[in-house]
Structures are given as C-alpha cells and as structure tokens.
C-alpha cells in the first residue's frame, strides 16, 4: 500500500476470496448479534453503543495482514479508532437529547460525530 490517502485497488478487489467475504459477513453479524442480546438484557441505549464498533474490522485487518503489509492493517486500524469514537459521541448524544426533540437529536449527533471524526482523524495523521 501506498501512501496514506484511501483509494480503491480493483486487484485487491478481485483476489479476495468467498471464503475471505463469509468471515467478513460473518464477523459483523456475530458483533451485530451480541449488540442485539447486549440491548434486549441491558436497554437499547447500549446495545446501540455497541453498534458504534466497527464489525467488519477484525476480519479485514485479519485479512489486510494476510494480502498486505502489517503496516497497512496498522494504519487501518488507527483510522478506524476516530471513527469510532466519533460514532459513540453520536449514540451519546441522541440518548442525552431526548425523543421529544428527535429532529434536533439527529441534527446535533450527526453534527459531533462529523467534528470529532474529522479531528481525531486529523490528529492522528499529525502524529505520524
């Protein structure tokens, strides 16, 4: 992998195996899954936190470690931390605002999960 900017590899693409696509599939469904039995035991609003894990990173840095480099997989991995992060701010803010101002909710969440993402991600990139 070259530099540090995202881009499409068709090549990548197209040597990916059915097996490599099932673990993928596989990985965020079971993640899916224990959000699910996490919200219906313990309330939705962590249940939906849960979802705010990326489901399909553990199999593609598995797979990305196996096609490419480590470094590759690192620095994936380190890109998907603000993503994260930012998607948590979201869940929080939408559980904070209550559902009388749902429109207002979306609107902020969207709004703080934007910032955040773009600014951890930034800082990350500063710290290399």
Same mark, same amino acid.
């Given at each position: 992998?070259?530099? @540090? @900017? ?6 990548? #693409? ?12 596989? #990985?965020?469904g079971a993640i899916s899954v224990v959000a699910f039995y996490v919200g219906?035991? %313990?309330?939705?609003? *962590? ?5 705010? #894990?990326? +489901?399909?990173?553990?199999? @593609? ?9 480590? @470094? +590759? ?15 948590? *701010? %979201?869940? *929080?803010? =939408? =559980? ?5 101002? *749902? +429109?207002?909710?979306?609107? +902020?969440?969207?709004? =703080? ?16």
């Amino acid at each position: 992998m070259t530099g @540090s @900017s995202p881009h499409f590899d068709s090549d990548s #693409f197209l040597q990916t195996t059915i097996g490599e696509y099932l673990l993928r599939f596989g #990985f965020g469904g079971a993640i899916s899954v224990v959000a699910f039995y996490v919200g219906h035991r %313990f309330g939705p609003e *962590l249940g939906g936190l849960l979802l705010a #894990f990326p +489901a399909l990173l553990p199999a @593609s840095l598995t797979l990305e470690d196996e096609h490419e480099a480590r @470094s +590759a997989a690192v620095m994936h991995a380190r890109g998907a931390v603000p993503g994260a992060i930012g998607l948590s *701010l %979201f869940a *929080l803010v =939408v =559980v904070w605002v209550t559902a009388e101002h *749902l +429109a207002f909710a979306l609107g +902020a969440a969207t709004l =703080v999960w934007l910032v955040s993402s773009v600014a951890l991600w930034r800082v990350t990139l500063a710290s290399r």
